[in-house]
Every structure is written in structure tokens, then in C-alpha cells.
């Protein structure tokens, strides 16, 4: 007898299920090759993705911000504001050089608009002479994974030397392919040449310096072709160190003969002047940062880096030690097992509602279908930039529960007719095919429901991207084994051997399904019954109940934020003193900052509570980090520490501005506020940035504010005297003079083994460091010797900091924090309502915006809310195709709005604002509304359609339906319950999306199972308007008896 002759019904679901084999085959596939696959996925901690963005730096030596804008800035903005696909240009001038950012416009072709941007900007002739050649790149992130630090007492010589080879060593790992150093000065050959020795000799620091260059050559000279072949021709007299620039020949005497370099000036190996140390808990410190390219996991470079640290340390010398600073794939094992350790628990719960509510064997295959629908999504997501990261682990813990609600409603139905006393074989065929089609149209609308997130604009949208594509493959494969795998486990009787350890618990089981179906039928039934004959009331109390939740979280009274805040594996200080500081304030200020952190460590766990301190020093900013230990180690959160830290510091005088933060970096960090103004007049727009810090200043929630304006240096604005024009001189050789004088020469640049060393002519530091060494100045003019201060004529000022640009005007921004951040959007109100426009007022010809955070999340609310309103016009068509109505379609849309409800309690109950993630999970809810909806309105349908009233049929569709719509909420809170509950802090970004999701389907539960019969008994009122009136005496004495 042939499989055929036991199949009810033809058809691949009839099919498969009597064909265990070839079902088991598919499900083999499934597992091994997605086990297979799944080992060969990359691993990070955040997805990959492209930033979109051209950087262009240049190099302008010795010129103010105001030169820079003037000379490089506005020439480049001319010339590719016109390019297609720019989205925004942002520009800043520093003293020194100027730096472009360009942001593409999403779906632009980067490394296409990077080519016209290159051409264009080699096409500028204006650029000064002094200005060097234009860097142009494509901004790519960089994923570190280790950050070292190298300290101790050594000179910074010393460490430089040990850094260069340590990287080297490092390198050499053939794990390791990308090492970089931080915290140290570039490398300079210093030529110090004398006033007097110049004078004497009759030259200038440009003469000595053109000397120099032209006696360090590494040229080719062509090829010389012989019958032997060719030979190559080189001039090869190139110099690498101070020694041997020392016995160059300078000037040849009248006698014939020559003074050396080493006659007339000092030459050493040094360090460019500037201010720009790192210190490791006091000692001098070089940081070595390791970073992973291409495929490399954050697991397998770190594991290399620190067995080379452990060998390397081991024969450093006396005095100098080198330290594991960060370890960001610590960072990544302790995400990945707490969201497996939540994953687990979670299956756990799944499993154990399952087996509740269904037999043993049943709740088994059902369960099954979690493994083989995660493992399975590995087959097609591994040929793609899929990676195994935070965010993707996420989404299989939020597919988790949901997963398996199409295996529940197939095999509970599958349960339902072999209760009725049907055979195996045609029970799992009739459950299957009778369903068939409101699960495959459920499946379709959780994946629709899930695609708005693919579409979030921003960086945040490419950070998430990955979410939604993991959740569509999961439902595409579990859709497939509740379809075909599933029916042909539940096809043919128990195998003892393989349940019989479970078997003792079927007793049990059974026990709690004659007491659920008791309870169904005692006080559901009556319940609904009564619930009908109030529908309108009910519906009332539903929209009444809605508004009120609308309105409470419009009045702004829960907040809005972008992430919730997701605390750093360190507390962070930077303080921002004035520009021109002298290097010793800046030291001062770091001493006391490294010397308050140290006493927060002493008083709270020492070395329980900290591993270090590092700090740095660059410009006018000192940067201190105390970098904490293990989260479940340290007796203090990050934010306590860092409350304790700046409780400490207390006001230090001099500063501009100190930040402390807790949540660097990560998800939600950043200022709350971020308002850029623009005007022509740079007085007005310093005024008014000014004018709108004193207003956020008189909110007793604002810190940490930031004007946007710093105070200059002092600058002297020089001009040529008439004694000046007599001498023969011009302005253009009267700037280079100083220029030379106090900037110093470049000779020569040589790449000396890793590091680009500059040979530099300048005076010795005492003749260029006083306001007297300016005045007294000899300048050579052609018609002898002149001093500076008879020669020019000066005017005090201040020169600008630097000048910030975006679209070709000149902007500043005005920033500042909000404790707590959710109250952020209220502050934001009070500003647009009455600060703004009184502002605006004031100033005329005044614009301003919103960037950052505020800025993400308007355009992120934005992008989601137009994403989510295509999404549900594909639900309505993806619902009226099975109802084979217009109208029915609108019954499960009117009660997708009410899982904001639940939602917006389970964070009111869970002590969280709600965030962007909060509005992914109400997308993401809205599908799981959809499904149960869908079945129970399908069942009404086939029952009228089989000549039963509207009433009875949709009272009989909500007690049969009752048993799957509630195991399948709560398989898929059993699923969530895990991350919602976890009180790890590393987790916190992602939880919001659990609540809403987890507590919306909650309450969605009670809507499909009390209001969506109510619902579709309104509708079958109204189309009783225009139809002759049906008898529902029938309806109302079959549901009595």
C-alpha cells in the first residue's frame, strides 16, 4: 500500500506530511547547513556599515582660522557646492589647516562623488603658496579592539622608540593587520639657528633651509640601455638623522673654506613644538590602538594583541610597563552571552507555555521550529554583509516568540481536529490546509510591519538595518517548516522511546487543559456573550482609554529620548581652557583632575573599582578617563563614579568649559541639546549664542553649557610702514620673515622607516618666545637692515579659535545637557515657543536649526511614521485579499493603535522614557496584532460562510481562537521576558523595544479577544443599514445553549 492511498487530500502539504523522510531531509539541511554557515559569519559588536562621507584636510602652516576660511575654505566650497549627490557641507578653519566634511545623500555612488570632488579641487589655482596639498578621503569607521598604553619614567624619546617597535611587533602577528599610535608628537630634525649667527653671515633661516634640501636628493636619473640589459640610474644622498645634516656645508668662505651646519647651529632629533602629551596614572604615556580589518573578529585580534602584550612586557625595561587599557572584545563576549543567557531562558519559558497548553510531544515539534527557523536564516543571510552582532542577536531574541506563533496556530489546530477523534494523518493535513492561508497572510504582514525599520535615515538607520532583515528571514523559514516540517511530525503516533522521559507529565498537562477549557467555557463564553450586547460601550471605553494615552504622552510628561542611556566602561572629564593656554596650566588642570579621579578610586573600592587613569593633553583641551573594571565587579556605576568625580573637581578657575559624561561613545551619547546658529556678522552671532547660553542657564535641569564661542588668542594685525616701504620691503616678504622667524622653516620631509620626519630651521625658543623677541626682530630688506617694530605697524586683536561653517555660512553651535535627558523635548517646546523668536527679534538676519540628538529624532519619528504608513496600506491589501473585503480589513487596523496602550504602561511600569527604540518595537507590534486578528476573523468567516449567524459565529470564533491567541502572546513574552527583565546596564538600549512589544502584544490580546467580536458585530450592524435585517434570535439561543 503506497503513501497516496493514507493521504486524505492531494497537494504539497498532504504531501510532505506523509512523507516524513523527505520533511526530515529539509529540516537536516536546515539545521547542519545553517550550523555550518552560522561559524562562518563575521563577528563584531556593532554592523558594518559606510559612513557616506568625503573628508578633505589641508595644511595651511602658521595661518590663522581667518586665512583658512579666506584662502582654502571658500575656494573649495565654490567649487563643489554644485557637485550632484552632496547632502550637506560642513566646514571648519583652524589655525594651521582647514578641514571639509561632505555628507552624500543616501544612495549616492561615494567613491564616484569622491572622484568629481578630487577633480574639482585639483582644478583650484587660488590656494596660497604656503598651503599643502589637499588630503581627500572617504570617511571610514575604524573598529578598534585594543587599546595599550605604554608608560612609565622614560623620556618621551624613549617611548616613542619602544611604541614604534611594539607596533612592529604587533604587525607582525598574522592576526593583527592594522596598528596605529596616539598620544605622541610627530618626529622633527630642530636646525637652531641664531639671530646673531644669520646677521654675521649675511643669511636667512629660507637660505639655510634651501641649502639643506638640496643636499638630501633620492632621485632617479633614467636608465641606461645596454646590450646587457638595462641599468638603472639613481642619485641616492639622502639624509636621515641629525647627524648627518650636522656636517653639511652652509657657506663657503672667501679663503674656500666651508662652515658646517654643526658651526652655526644646534641640530638634535626632537618633537614638533606643540601641546600634545598622554599620561597613564601620572607617567608619561604613547597609546597603541589595534583595530580589526575585514573579516578579523573582535575575539581573534584581541587574542593575538595580548599574547604579543604578554611576550613584549615581559622584556621591557626598568620603570616602563605596557597595560590593556580597553578590551572592546570583552565588551562584545559579555553582550553576546547576556543576550544568549536571555535567549536561553527565554526558549525555556516558550517551551514551558507550550507544554502547558498543548501535549508533550506537541509542545516539542512547535518548540522545534526555533532552532531550524534561526539556523535555517543563516542559509540565506550568510551570502550577504550579514554579520553576528549586537543588534542581529537582538533581533533573533525578538523573532524568539514570535517565531513560533504560526507553528502554534498550525499545530494547535493540528491538536484540535485529533480531538475530535480524526486519524494522525488526516488531522495534521485538514489543520494545516484549514489554515494554511490566514498564516501564510499573517506571516507576510509581520515581515511588511518590519521593513519601515530597514528605511530609518542616518547613521542609526544603517546601525539597525540589520534588525528587520534578520526578523523577515527567520519568519520566511519558520513560515516554511509550520508549513511542511511540522505537519509531518505531527502526522503519525508518539514514539515512546524518543518522549517517554516527558511522558509522566501529560498527566499533568491534561489535568490543566481540562481545567483551561473549563474556564473558557464558564467565564469567557458568558463574558463575550455580554461583551457583544455592550459593544457599542465597549468600543467607546477602548477610544476613550486611547486618547487618554495619547494625551499623557503628548504632554511631553514621559519624554522623549533617542537611546536610553547606556553607561561606559569609564567615567570621562574634559575640561576646555582658553586658547594659548601656557603648557603649564594645562598640566596643572590635568594634575588636578588625574589627582580628584584618584581619590574617588581610594575612597570607593580602590582597586575593586578601577584599573586606571589615563589622560591627555592636545591644544587647549585636557581629556581624563578613568577607566573602571567589570560592571559586576565595581561597587559603583559608572554615573555615581562620575557624580562623584565632578562633585569633587568642584569649579576650577580659568576654564571655559568641563564636561563630565558617563555614557561616551555608546548608544544615546552626546549633548541633549545641539541649536546651530547662523549670521553674516561673526559680533552678532557670538552675541546671540551668548544671549540663548544665559537663557538655558536659568533652567535648573540644563548643565554642562557650551556658547559656542571660545576666546581667541591674542593676535597682532601687522601692516607695512612707510619706513617699512622705504627699505624696499613688501608685505609678502615682511609676513614670510616672521613666518620664518617664529614658525620656523621646513626643509625637508623624509619618511624615516613608519614615521614622516620633518627637518625644521627656526630660531633657538628663547628668541621667539616673548612679546620683546617680536619688537626686536631685524628684518633684510634690499636696502639694508631694518627692525620689525620700525618697519611695520601693529594693531592689538583677538584671532578667532576657529570658525565653523555648514552650506557656506558661518555658524556656531550652542549645546547643552538635560538631567534627566527625557525632559529634553520640554525644554526644546520652551525654546521654539518663547526663546527663539525673542532672540530672532533681537538679531535680525538671524537663522537657526536643530542638530544632534533632538535633530536624529525628528527625523528618525519622521522616517518611521512614513515607512509605517506604506506598511499598513500593504496590510489593508495583504488583509483583504483572504477576507475578500473592503471592509473587514479596517476591524484588525483599528486595533493596531491600541497596543500603544500596552506599551506605554510597560514603560511607565518599567521606569523607562520612551526612544526610538520604543517606536521600533510599536512597529514591530503591530504586525503580531495583525496575526491573531486575522485567525479569529477568518474562523467567524468560514462559519457564516457554513450558514451560521454573524453572532454565534464570532462568539464560537473567539472560544475556539481564545487557546492559540493566548498561548501565542504569551510564548512571545515568555521570549521577551528574559531582555525586559534584565537589570544589566550594558542591555538597556535595546530593552525599550522588548517593552513595547512584549507589554503591546499583552494588552493587544485583550483587544483581539474582547473588541475585535465587537468590532466585527458594529460592522455586520452596519451592513445590516443596507441589507434586509437578519433574525439574530437563532445566533443569541445557540450561544445560550
Given at each position: 500500500?503506497?503513501?497516496?492511498?493514507?493521504?486524505?487530500?492531494r497537494?504539497?502539504?498532504?504531501?510532505?506530511?506523509?512523507n516524513?523522510?523527505?520533511?526530515?531531509?529539509?529540516m537536516?539541511?536546515?539545521?547542519?547547513?545553517?550550523?555550518?554557515?552560522?561559524?562562518?559569519?563575521?563577528?563584531e559588536?556593532f554592523p558594518?556599515?559606510?559612513?557616506?562621507?568625503?573628508?578633505?584636510s589641508?595644511?595651511?602652516?602658521?595661518a590663522?582660522?581667518?586665512e583658512?576660511?579666506?584662502?582654502?575654505?571658500l575656494?573649495?566650497?565654490?567649487?563643489?557646492?554644485?557637485?550632484?549627490g552632496?547632502?550637506?557641507?560642513?566646514a571648519?578653519?583652524?589655525?594651521?589647516?582647514?578641514?571639509?566634511?561632505?555628507e552624500?545623500?543616501?544612495g549616492?555612488?561615494?567613491?564616484?562623488?569622491?572622484?568629481?570632488?578630487?577633480?574639482?579641487?585639483?582644478?583650484?589655482?587660488t590656494?596660497?603658496?604656503?598651503?599643502?596639498?589637499?588630503?581627500?578621503s572617504?570617511?571610514?569607521?575604524r573598529r578598534?579592539?585594543?587599546?595599550l598604553?605604554?608608560?612609565g619614567?622614560?623620556?618621551?624619546?624613549?617611548?616613542r622608540?619602544?611604541?614604534?617597535?611594539?607596533r612592529?611587533?604587533?604587525?607582525?602577528?598574522?592576526g593583527?593587520?592594522?596598528?596605529?599610535?596616539?598620544?605622541?608628537?610627530?618626529?622633527?630634525?630642530?636646525?637652531?639657528?641664531?639671530?646673531?649667527i644669520l646677521?654675521?653671515y649675511?643669511i636667512?633661516?629660507?637660505?639655510?633651509?634651501?641649502?639643506?634640501s638640496?643636499?638630501?636628493?633620492?632621485l632617479?636619473?633614467?636608465?641606461?640601455k645596454?646590450?646587457?640589459?638595462?641599468?638603472?640610474?639613481?642619485?641616492?644622498?639622502?639624509?636621515?638623522?641629525?647627524?648627518?645634516?650636522?656636517?653639511?656645508p652652509i657657506i663657503?668662505?672667501?679663503?674656500?673654506?666651508?662652515?658646517?651646519?654643526?658651526?652655526?647651529?644646534?641640530?638634535?632629533?626632537?618633537?614638533?613644538?606643540?601641546?600634545?602629551?598622554?599620561?597613564?596614572?601620572?607617567?608619561?604615556?604613547?597609546?597603541?590602538?589595534?583595530?580589526?580589518?575585514?573579516?578579523?573578529?573582535?575575539?581573534?585580534?584581541a587574542?593575538?594583541?595580548k599574547a604579543?602584550?604578554?611576550r613584549?612586557?615581559?622584556?621591557?625595561?626598568?620603570?616602563?610597563?605596557?597595560t590593556?587599557?580597553?578590551?572592546l572584545?570583552?565588551?562584545?563576549?559579555?553582550?553576546?552571552?547576556?543576550?544568549?543567557k536571555n535567549?536561553?531562558?527565554?526558549?525555556?519559558?516558550?517551551f514551558f507555555?507550550?507544554?502547558?497548553?498543548?501535549?508533550?510531544?506537541?509542545a516539542?515539534?512547535?518548540?522545534?521550529?526555533?532552532?531550524i527557523?534561526?539556523?535555517?536564516?543563516?542559509?540565506?543571510?550568510?551570502p550577504t554583509t550579514?554579520?553576528i552582532?549586537?543588534?542581529?542577536?537582538?533581533?533573533?531574541?525578538?523573532?524568539?516568540?514570535i517565531?513560533?506563533?504560526d507553528?502554534v496556530?498550525?499545530?494547535?489546530?493540528i491538536?484540535?481536529?485529533r480531538?475530535?477523534?480524526?486519524?494522525f494523518?488526516?488531522?495534521?493535513?485538514?489543520g494545516t490546509?484549514?489554515?494554511a492561508?490566514?498564516v501564510?497572510?499573517?506571516?507576510?504582514?509581520?515581515m511588511?510591519?518590519?521593513v519601515?525599520?530597514?528605511?530609518?535615515?542616518?547613521?542609526?538607520g544603517?546601525i539597525?538595518?540589520t534588525?528587520?532583515?534578520?526578523?523577515?528571514?527567520?519568519?520566511?523559514?519558520s513560515?516554511?517548516?509550520?508549513?511542511?516540517?511540522?505537519?509531518?511530525h505531527?502526522?503519525?503516533?508518539?514514539r515512546?522511546?524518543?518522549?517517554f522521559?516527558?511522558?509522566?507529565l501529560?498527566?499533568?498537562?491534561?489535568?490543566?487543559?481540562?481545567?483551561?477549557?473549563?474556564f473558557?467555557?464558564?467565564y469567557?463564553?458568558g463574558?463575550?456573550?455580554?461583551?457583544?450586547h455592550?459593544?457599542?460601550?465597549?468600543i467607546?471605553?477602548?477610544?476613550a482609554?486611547l486618547?487618554t494615552?495619547?494625551?499623557?504622552?503628548?504632554s511631553?510628561?514621559?519624554?522623549?529620548?533617542?537611546?536610553?542611556?547606556?553607561?561606559?566602561?569609564?567615567?570621562?572629564?574634559?575640561?576646555?581652557?582658553?586658547?594659548?593656554?601656557?603648557?603649564?596650566?594645562?598640566?596643572?588642570?590635568e594634575q588636578?583632575?588625574?589627582q580628584?579621579?584618584q581619590?574617588?578610586?581610594?575612597?570607593?573600592?580602590?582597586?575593586?573599582?578601577?584599573?586606571g587613569?589615563?589622560?591627555?593633553?592636545?591644544?587647549?583641551?585636557?581629556?581624563?578617563r578613568?577607566y573602571l573594571?567589570?560592571?559586576?565587579?565595581?561597587?559603583?556605576?559608572?554615573?555615581d563614579?562620575?557624580?562623584?568625580?565632578?562633585?569633587?573637581?568642584?569649579?576650577?578657575?580659568?576654564l571655559?568649559?568641563?564636561?563630565?559624561?558617563?555614557d561616551?561613545?555608546?548608544?544615546g551619547s552626546?549633548?541633549?541639546?545641539?541649536?546651530?546658529?547662523?549670521h553674516?556678522?561673526?559680533?552678532?552671532?557670538?552675541?546671540?549664542?551668548?544671549?540663548?547660553a544665559?537663557n538655558?542657564?536659568?533652567y535648573?535641569?540644563v548643565?554642562?553649557?557650551?556658547?559656542?564661542?571660545?576666546k581667541?588668542k591674542?593676535?597682532?594685525d601687522?601692516?607695512?610702514?612707510?619706513?617699512?616701504?622705504?627699505?624696499?620691503?613688501?608685505?609678502?616678504?615682511?609676513?614670510?620673515?616672521?613666518?620664518?622667524?617664529?614658525?620656523g622653516?621646513?626643509?625637508?620631509?623624509?619618511?624615516?622607516?613608519?614615521?614622516?620626519v620633518?627637518?625644521?630651521?627656526?630660531?633657538?625658543?628663547?628668541e621667539?618666545m616673548?612679546e620683546?623677541t617680536?619688537?626686536e626682530?631685524?628684518?633684510?630688506a634690499?636696502?639694508?637692515e631694518?627692525?620689525?617694530?620700525?618697519?611695520?605697524e601693529t594693531?592689538t586683536?583677538?584671532?578667532y579659535?576657529?570658525?565653523?561653517?555648514?552650506?557656506?555660512?558661518?555658524?556656531?553651535?550652542v549645546?547643552?545637557?538635560v538631567?534627566?535627558?527625557s525632559?529634553?523635548?520640554?525644554?526644546?517646546?520652551d525654546?521654539?515657543k518663547?526663546?527663539?523668536?525673542?532672540?530672532?527679534s533681537?538679531?535680525?538676519?538671524l537663522?537657526?536649526?536643530?542638530?544632534?540628538r533632538?535633530?536624529?529624532?525628528?527625523?528618525?519619528?519622521s522616517?518611521?511614521?512614513?515607512?509605517?504608513?506604506?506598511?499598513?496600506?500593504?496590510?489593508f491589501?495583504?488583509?483583504?485579499?483572504?477576507?475578500?473585503?473592503?471592509?473587514?480589513?479596517f476591524?484588525i487596523m483599528?486595533?493596531?493603535?491600541?497596543g500603544?496602550?500596552?506599551?506605554?504602561?510597560?514603560?511607565?511600569?518599567?521606569?523607562?522614557?520612551?526612544?526610538?527604540?520604543?517606536?521600533?518595537?510599536?512597529?514591530?507590534m503591530?504586525?503580531?496584532?495583525?496575526?491573531?486578528?486575522?485567525?479569529?476573523i477568518?474562523?467567524a468567516?468560514?462559519?457564516?460562510r457554513?450558514?451560521?449567524?454573524a453572532l454565534?459565529?464570532?462568539h464560537?470564533?473567539?472560544i475556539q481562537?481564545?487557546?492559540?491567541?493566548?498561548?501565542?502572546t504569551?510564548?512571545?513574552?515568555?521570549g521577551?521576558?528574559?531582555?525586559?527583565?534584565?537589570t544589566?546596564?550594558?542591555?538597556?538600549?535595546?530593552?525599550?523595544m522588548?517593552?513595547s512589544?512584549?507589554?503591546?502584544i499583552?494588552?493587544?490580546t485583550?483587544?483581539?479577544?474582547?473588541?475585535?467580536?465587537?468590532?466585527?458585530?458594529?460592522?455586520?450592524?452596519?451592513k445590516g443599514?443596507?441589507?434586509?435585517?437578519?433574525?439574530?434570535n437563532?445566533?443569541?439561543s445557540?450561544?445560550?445553549?
Open positions: 500500500m503506497t503513501t497516496a492511498d493514507h493521504t486524505p487530500t497537494g504539497s502539504i498532504a504531501w510532505m506530511a506523509g516524513s523522510v523527505a520533511a526530515n531531509l529539509i537536516a539541511v536546515l539545521l547542519i547547513g545553517g550550523l555550518y554557515m552560522g561559524f562562518n559569519i563575521k563577528q559588536v558594518e556599515f559606510s559612513l557616506d562621507i568625503v573628508n578633505i589641508i595644511a595651511y602652516p602658521g590663522s582660522p581667518e583658512v576660511e579666506n584662502g582654502l575654505l575656494a573649495i566650497e565654490e567649487a563643489i557646492q554644485d557637485l550632484e552632496i547632502d550637506e557641507i560642513t571648519s578653519a583652524n589655525e594651521g589647516y582647514g578641514f571639509i566634511s561632505v552624500a545623500l543616501e549616492t555612488n561615494i567613491n564616484r562623488l569622491w572622484q568629481e570632488i578630487k577633480s574639482e579641487i585639483d582644478r583650484i589655482s590656494f596660497p603658496e604656503e598651503a599643502e596639498e589637499p588630503q581627500i572617504i570617511a571610514a569607521r578598534e579592539v585594543l587599546r598604553a605604554l608608560y619614567d622614560a623620556s618621551e624619546t624613549t617611548l622608540a619602544l611604541a614604534d617597535q611594539i612592529d611587533e604587533l604587525l607582525m602577528d598574522e593583527i593587520t592594522q596598528v596605529e599610535l596616539d598620544g605622541v608628537r610627530d618626529r622633527e630634525i630642530q636646525v637652531s639657528i641664531s639671530r646673531q646677521r654675521r649675511g636667512t633661516l629660507q637660505d639655510v633651509a634651501l641649502t639643506i638640496r643636499a638630501s636628493v633620492e632617479g636619473g633614467g636608465s641606461i645596454t646590450r646587457g640589459g638595462d641599468i638603472l640610474l639613481r642619485v641616492r644622498d639622502r639624509k636621515d638623522y641629525a647627524r648627518q645634516y650636522s656636517v653639511l663657503t668662505l672667501e679663503d674656500g673654506s666651508s662652515v658646517l651646519l654643526e658651526d652655526i647651529a644646534t641640530v638634535t632629533e626632537g618633537f614638533e613644538e606643540t601641546d600634545n602629551w598622554a599620561s597613564f596614572n601620572g607617567e608619561r604615556a604613547v597609546i597603541i590602538e589595534v583595530y580589526r580589518v575585514g573579516d578579523q573578529t573582535p575575539i581573534q585580534v587574542t593575538s594583541g604579543v602584550v604578554k613584549i612586557d615581559e622584556s621591557l625595561p626598568n620603570g616602563v610597563s605596557l590593556v587599557l580597553r578590551d572584545s570583552k565588551v562584545f563576549a559579555q553582550r553576546a552571552d547576556l543576550l544568549l535567549a536561553y531562558i527565554g526558549l525555556g519559558l516558550v507555555f507550550l507544554a502547558l497548553f498543548l501535549e508533550i510531544r506537541l516539542f515539534w512547535v518548540s522545534l521550529g526555533i532552532p527557523s534561526f539556523l535555517g536564516s543563516f542559509l540565506f543571510l550568510a550579514f554579520s552582532n549586537i543588534i542581529s542577536m537582538f533581533a533573533f531574541i525578538v523573532t524568539l516568540g517565531v513560533v506563533d507553528a496556530v498550525v499545530g494547535e489546530n491538536y484540535f481536529f480531538r475530535q477523534g480524526m486519524p494523518l488526516e488531522a495534521a493535513v485538514k490546509k484549514s489554515i492561508m490566514p501564510v497572510f499573517s506571516v507576510i504582514t509581520n511588511v510591519v518590519f519601515p525599520l530597514m528605511f530609518v535615515p542616518g547613521i542609526m544603517k539597525f538595518k534588525l528587520p532583515i534578520v526578523v523577515i528571514a527567520v519568519f520566511a523559514v513560515l516554511i517548516e509550520s508549513l511542511f516540517i511540522l505537519p509531518a505531527l502526522s503519525h503516533k508518539n515512546r522511546p524518543l518522549f522521559p516527558l511522558n509522566y501529560e498527566k499533568g498537562q491534561e489535568k490543566f487543559s481540562r481545567f483551561f477549557e473549563t473558557v467555557k464558564k469567557y463564553r463574558f463575550l456573550f455580554r461583551l457583544l455592550y459593544r457599542y460601550i465597549v467607546s471605553f477602548g477610544i482609554l486618547f494615552t495619547a494625551g499623557f504622552v503628548s511631553g510628561r514621559m519624554g522623549m529620548v533617542m537611546f536610553p542611556k547606556v553607561e561606559s566602561d569609564y567615567a570621562f572629564c574634559e575640561a576646555v581652557l582658553p586658547y594659548g593656554t601656557p603648557s603649564d596650566t594645562l598640566k596643572n588642570v588636578l583632575l588625574v580628584k579621579a581619590e574617588v578610586i581610594q575612597e570607593n573600592g580602590k582597586d575593586h573599582l578601577s584599573t587613569i589615563f589622560s591627555r593633553v592636545w591644544d587647549n583641551q585636557v581629556r581624563v578613568l573594571t567589570d560592571p559586576d565587579v565595581r561597587p559603583l556605576s559608572t554615573s563614579v562620575t557624580n562623584i568625580w565632578r562633585k569633587k573637581a568642584g569649579r576650577i578657575p580659568g571655559e568649559t568641563i564636561t563630565f559624561e558617563s561616551r561613545g555608546g548608544p552626546g549633548k541633549s541639546l545641539t541649536v546651530s546658529l547662523s553674516r556678522d561673526k559680533n552678532m552671532l557670538d552675541r546671540a549664542g551668548e544671549d540663548l544665559k538655558l542657564s536659568e535648573s535641569i548643565h554642562d553649557i557650551d556658547d559656542g564661542s571660545a581667541g591674542k593676535q597682532f601687522i601692516t607695512l610702514s612707510p619706513a617699512g616701504k622705504r627699505m624696499g620691503l613688501t608685505s609678502r616678504e615682511v609676513a614670510n620673515q616672521i613666518r620664518h622667524a617664529f614658525q622653516v621646513s626643509a625637508v620631509k623624509n619618511q624615516r622607516g613608519r614615521s614622516e620633518t627637518v625644521r630651521i627656526l630660531l633657538p625658543e628663547e621667539r616673548s620683546s617680536f619688537e626682530l631685524v628684518l633684510l634690499p636696502k639694508g631694518i627692525q620689525l617694530r620700525n618697519a611695520v594693531i586683536g583677538r584671532a579659535t576657529s570658525i565653523k561653517r555648514t552650506n557656506g555660512r558661518r555658524e556656531i553651535s549645546t547643552a545637557n538631567r534627566p535627558p525632559q529634553a523635548e520640554n525644554i526644546l517646546k525654546m521654539k518663547d526663546i527663539l523668536p525673542d532672540l530672532l533681537r538679531y535680525p538676519g537663522s537657526y536649526s536643530f542638530k544632534g533632538q535633530a536624529d529624532i525628528k527625523e528618525s519619528i522616517a518611521l511614521l512614513r515607512g509605517l504608513g506604506m506598511a499598513l496600506l500593504c496590510v491589501a495583504l488583509l483583504a485579499i483572504p477576507f475578500k473585503s473592503y471592509l473587514q480589513p476591524i483599528f486595533c493596531i493603535p491600541f500603544m496602550i500596552g506599551a506605554i504602561a510597560g514603560h511607565i511600569i518599567m521606569g523607562y522614557s520612551l526612544s526610538i527604540m520604543s517606536l521600533f518595537g510599536l512597529v514591530a503591530s504586525g503580531v496584532v495583525v496575526n491573531d486578528s486575522l485567525v479569529l477568518d474562523f468567516n468560514r462559519r457564516c457554513d450558514g451560521i449567524p454565534y459565529a464570532v464560537s470564533a473567539g481562537r481564545f487557546r492559540p491567541i493566548l498561548l501565542t504569551l510564548t512571545t513574552c515568555g521577551l521576558a528574559p531582555i525586559i527583565s534584565e544589566s546596564r550594558q542591555a538597556r538600549f535595546l530593552i525599550p522588548a517593552i512589544l512584549g507589554f503591546g499583552l494588552f493587544a485583550l483587544i483581539t479577544l474582547l473588541m475585535v467580536p465587537c468590532l466585527y458585530m458594529i460592522l455586520e450592524d452596519i443599514l443596507f441589507a434586509p435585517k437578519k433574525n439574530t437563532k445566533a443569541v445557540m450561544i445560550e445553549e
